[in-house]
């Protein structure tokens, strides 16, 4: 257990961005529709602006923050407790794509 620990650690940026991204492609859609939703009375050229700031800048500034604070958070784990985290949020975002039937 300790010797998958050790290997992870160092990568705990990347599997934290991994993570953010993965809530990101699976809740996309609600966002979007969302937005849509709360941008329908505007003229097109603003909601295209407002979609494309939201997709293009929104997504990836709260991709790159989150994941920024997964991995601090990673960081203050033991190596138990950094493998049960992940073996617990991969499994969770797994029944997260299969109930929005991503899988």
Not at 4 to 13: A, D, F, M
Not at 24 to 48: C, E, T
Request: proline fraction near 2%.
């Amino acid at each position: 257990m300790e010797l998958i620990s050790e290997y992870l650690r160092p990568h705990t940026g990347t599997i934290a961005f991994s993570i953010m991204a993965t809530i990101l492609i699976i809740y996309g859609n609600d966002i979007n529709r969302s937005i849509k939703k709360h941008i329908q009375q505007y003229a097109f050229p603003i909601r295209v602006a407002i979609f494309v700031a939201v997709c293009a800048f929104g997504y990836g500034y709260a991709t790159m923050l989150l994941a920024r604070l997964l991995a601090t958070g990673f960081s203050h784990l033991t190596d138990l407790q950094l493998l049960a985290a992940l073996l617990t949020l991969f499994i969770a975002l797994g029944f997260m794509a299969e109930r929005k039937r991503y899988i």
